[in-house]
C-alpha cells in the first residue's frame, strides 16, 4: 500500500529530524518505546529474577517498557552476542553477570570480544558464594577442610553448576590459593549440584547464598566460609575464607551494558537510574533478599570492574585448564 504524498513528507522530515538530533536532545527523549533487556539464561534463575527487578523499576522511572527478553545457551554467550549485534541506540541493553567475563577465556573463539564490544553502563550488586560441605564430612572450619582435603588428594569431589560457572571458577581458585588436589563435578544447573551433594554424592560446593542458605539452615548442609572479603550480614557468625586463605574472594555479580558506540548521554541517564534504583528501599530490600550487596558506582568504575574479574578469572581458567563444552 503506498502512502499518500503528505504523510510520505511528513515521515521522511520526521527522519531527518531525529538523525539529526544531538546526543544529549535523544537522552531527553529516550526511551520513546519498549527497551529489551536481554538475559542470557532461562527464565526463573537469579540472572533473570535481577533484570525483572530492575525492569520494572526502569518502567516506572522513564515510563516506557523495558522488556525481559531470556536468550539463553552458550554460557550466556548468545544473549551477549544478540546485544553485541544490535543497534547502538539503548533499546538493546545486556544484564551482565560473571560469567560473561570468565568466558573471554574459557572459550577458545567466540564472535565478539566482550570488553571492546560492550559498553559498561551500571553495576547493580554482588552476591557471596558460601563454601559447604555434606555434614557427614568431618571438617568443619576452613583450616580442618584444607587438611582433609590434603589427607585424602583426589578423593574429594567438589560440585558446581556447570563448567565456567562462577560456582566452578571459585571451586577452581580455592584449589589454586590452597594447592589442595579435588575432584571438579559439573552439573547442568545449582539444583541438582545441591541434592547430590545433600545425597554425599558429592563432598563440597561453592554456591550462591541465596540457594543454599535454606539447606544451611535446615542442617542439611554445612557451611566453612563465606567467599566475600568481609563477612556476610546474612551469615554474621560464618568467617571469611579470606580470614584463613588471604586475598581469597570469589564473588557472582550483576550489571548492565549496553551495545559500544550507545550514546553517552544514554548510558548516563540509565546509570543515574539504576543507581537510584539502588538506593530506595523498596528494590533494595527485594535485591537484599537475593543475598546482594548494591554496587551504585559510575559507568566508568563498572568498567573497571569488569576489567579487573576478567584479569581475575583468567588466570584461574588457566591454571585450570578449563574449557567450554
Not at 536481554?38 to 522488556?67: H, K, M, N, T
Amino acid at each position: 500500500m503506498r502512502l499518500p504524498r503528505r504523510r510520505f513528507l511528513e515521515a521522511a522530515v520526521g527522519a531527518v529530524a531525529f538523525s539529526t538530533t544531538s546526543p544529549a536532545a535523544a537522552a531527553q527523549i529516550y526511551p520513546s518505546r519498549p527497551v529489551h533487556i536481554i538475559v542470557g539464561y532461562p527464565a526463573g534463575g537469579p540472572q533473570d529474577v535481577v533484570a525483572r527487578l530492575i525492569s520494572q523499576w526502569l518502567s516506572e522511572r522513564l515510563g516506557q517498557q523495558f522488556i525481559v527478553d531470556n536468550r539463553a545457551g552458550a554460557g550466556g554467550n548468545v544473549g551477549a552476542e544478540m546485544v553485541v549485534n544490535a543497534p547502538p541506540d539503548g533499546y538493546s541493553l545486556l544484564l551482565t553477570g560473571s560469567p560473561n567475563v570468565i568466558n573471554i577465556t574459557l572459550y577458545d573463539k567466540l564472535n565478539f570480544v566482550f570488553l571492546r564490544d560492550i559498553v559498561p553502563v551500571a553495576a547493580i550488586m554482588r552476591v557471596p558464594l558460601v563454601l559447604e560441605v555434606n555434614p557427614s564430612l568431618p571438617a568443619r572450619t576452613v583450616p580442618e577442610f584444607i587438611a582433609y582435603v590434603r589427607a585424602n588428594p583426589g578423593k574429594i569431589n567438589f560440585a558446581s553448576a556447570g563448567i565456567g560457572t562462577p560456582q566452578h571458577a571459585a571451586g577452581e581458585l580455592f584449589k589454586m590459593m590452597t594447592g589442595v588436589n579435588m575432584l571438579h563435578v559439573p552439573y547442568r544447573g545449582g539444583a541438582p549440584a545441591l541434592v547430590d551433594l545433600m545425597a554425599g554424592e558429592v563432598q563440597v560446593m561453592l554456591d550462591t547464598t541465596p540457594a543454599s542458605m535454606p539447606f544451611i539452615q535446615a542442617g542439611k548442609l554445612r557451611a566453612l566460609g563465606v567467599t566475600t572479603a568481609m563477612r556476610w550480614s546474612g551469615l554474621p557468625e560464618l568467617p571469611t575464607i579470606a580470614e584463613f586463605v588471604p586475598g581469597f574472594e570469589a564473588t557472582s555479580w550483576y550489571g548492565i551494558g549496553a551495545p559500544k558506540h550507545t550514546p553517552s548521554a544514554i548510558v548516563e541517564r540509565l546509570n543515574a537510574e539504576i543507581n537510584a534504583g539502588l538506593a530506595e528501599a523498596a528494590l533494595r530490600t527485594r535485591l537484599a533478599e537475593l543475598g546482594g550487596a548494591m554496587l551504585p558506582g559510575s559507568p566508568a568504575e563498572f568498567g573497571q570492574l569488569l576489567a579487573e574479574e576478567a584479569a581475575k578469572w583468567g588466570k584461574v581458567v588457566a591454571f585450570a585448564g578449563m574449557r567450554a563444552q
